[in-house]
Each structure stands twice: as C-alpha cells, then as structure tokens.
C-alpha cells in the first residue's frame, strides 16, 4: 500500500481480513479464546458465540482453527442456508465422506461410523457454523440430532456457532428450546473500550513492522472508539483512512481532525452521528420557522368586507350620503 515506506511497515495494519497475524488478546478475546478451546478438547456439545457485525467473530474462529488443528479435525460450514435434509450431508462431505445415492439415514450412519473411527484414534470433530443467525430453525434442530451423535461418555461431534446477535432471538423460539438446553457455553464478544482501543490500534501497528513511537494518541483513540462504537471492523477502517490521509498530507502525525474526516468519508456505516446540540439546533430552526410563518399569515390575512344589507353596510351607505348631501348645501 502506498503508506507502508512511509510508517516503515512490513505489511498493511489494518485490514479488515482475519489475519491470525494481528489477533488481539485484549478486551477479554484471548480469554474467550482460550475457554473456546476448552469446551471443544473437553467434549462439551454444543458451544455459542455472539457478536455484532464487525466485532471479531471471524476472526476467533480462524484463531481457534489454529489452536486445535493438531487434535480435532475440522469442519467449516460458510453457508448457513442449509436445508434440515442436506445439512448432514454437508458436514459428510466436508469430511470427504461419499454420500452420493446414500438417504438421510444412510448418510447419518455413514457420519457415525467414521465420527467413531476418529474418536478411536483421538481425534475430535467439530464443525464450525458461522453467520449462524440465517440459519433455519428446522436446521438448527436438525444440528441437535447431530449432536446426539456420541459414546457412553463422549460426544463424537462438537459444534460452534457463531452469530450476530439475531441468534438469541432465533434461540428463545420453543420449537428448538431442545436445542437452546444443548448449548453448555455461551459467549459474547463485546465492542471494544475506550482503552481497549489505543492498545489495539498500536498492537496492530507494532505486529505490522511499525517501531517508532506510538502513533494513536488517547486521545485519538478515544475518537476512533466514539465514531467506531467500539466494533473492530470500523476501528480499521478509519485507521486505515487515518495513515492514508497522513501519508498524503506528508505528515506522520495521526490527529483528531484526521479521524474526523475519515469518519465524514465514512459515514454512514461509521456509525458516525451528529452531536446532540445538531438535533436541538435543528428543531429550534423549525420551530422559528414555523413561528415565522405563522406571524405571516395573521398580518397578510385581510379584513372580510361587510355585505351589503348587513347593519355595518347600511351605516356605511348612511355615513356616505351625508358625506354627499353635506357637499350639496351651499
């Protein structure tokens, strides 16, 4: 990228691709992490992950592939569209299991008779779900059913979901409470603190090459965090916009007004909003012109002239032919 000599990076900081690279253990995620791991290699069923759009769940679930690639074998499910019916069969195929012409029993005896093959040989499987808010309910029962799938003290499938928080929503319906009662842990990946931020934005600098001092400020950092509402995706993109706009001013500083534009560039999806003193101005404007108009209307509306016959008319036509006659006598 065009910034990289001038902040004398390796490699970009702030991509928004999950690289393990740049994996922050900060703000509770490398202990989510690790008790992720746990709840796998222990056997524990059916685990949860919530998350708003952008918060970093793609990111742990590439972290967690890393932590147990040596004792699980590893199913990844991108498309959580899947009907009841082919769902087993997506998870045999994955594991490079022939299902072709099998029925749905056919293919869940087949599945069972390899999960244990593979637990005799001390290897787990687990299959990671995510985006798992669009996923059917029926599909989500049917992911039960698989997960009955065990011997007299271990389970041979372990299943990860990860979701936005719609996923909670879909798991209250009593028709998958079954479900809902298989799901040994929860967690949920909160936006990132004010401080969680600084120490973000300069880890990913440092785990890009970058060994100079610090280039986001508190101060700064606690911009990024208000325009970002904490959510990491954002974060990088308006760091990102941030070095990209330094590097055009030839400046190495990262300042407020920097943020500030790259939050206005950004915006709507920033999650950027006017200061509260903009609505308050905003509706005082109205109101004076509602004010305004109002006024107008009362000074331009005129007098309704009386008709004739009624007694102001007839004063009026008596007070003019006096006028006359009066003009008559000598």
Known sequence: MLYLDHFGLKKPPFRITPDPGFFYSGAHRGDVLAALVYAVTAGEGIVKVVGEVGSG?????????????????????????????????????????????????????RLQSFLLERHASGHNVVVFIEEAQGMPLATLEELRLLSNLETADHKLLQIVLFGQPELDINLRETAIRQLRERITHSFELQPLQRADTHGYLNFRM???????PDLFTPRVARQIARYSQGLIRRINILADKCLLAAYAAGTHAITTGLVRRAARDLDPVSGSRPAPWLGWLASAVIAAIVA???????????????????????????????????????
């Open 206 to 212: 440092r785990a890009a090459g970058y060994r100079g």
């Open 57 to 109: 769940k793609t990111m742990l679930c590439r972290m967690l592939e890393l932590e147990l690639a040596d004792q699980v074998d590893i199913v990844y499910l991108a498309n959580p569209s899947l009907s009841p019916d082919n769902i087993a069969q997506a998870v045999a195929f994955e594991l490079g299991l022939p299902t072709e012409g099998l029925s749905r029993l056919e293919v869940m005896q």
């Open 292 to 330: 305004v108009v109002v006024t107008w209307q009362v000074v331009t509306v005129r007098p309704v002239q009386p008709v004739q016959g009624t007694p102001g008319a007839g004063a009026q036509q008596s007070g003019s032919s006096n006028v006359a006659g009066n003009k008559q006598k000598p």
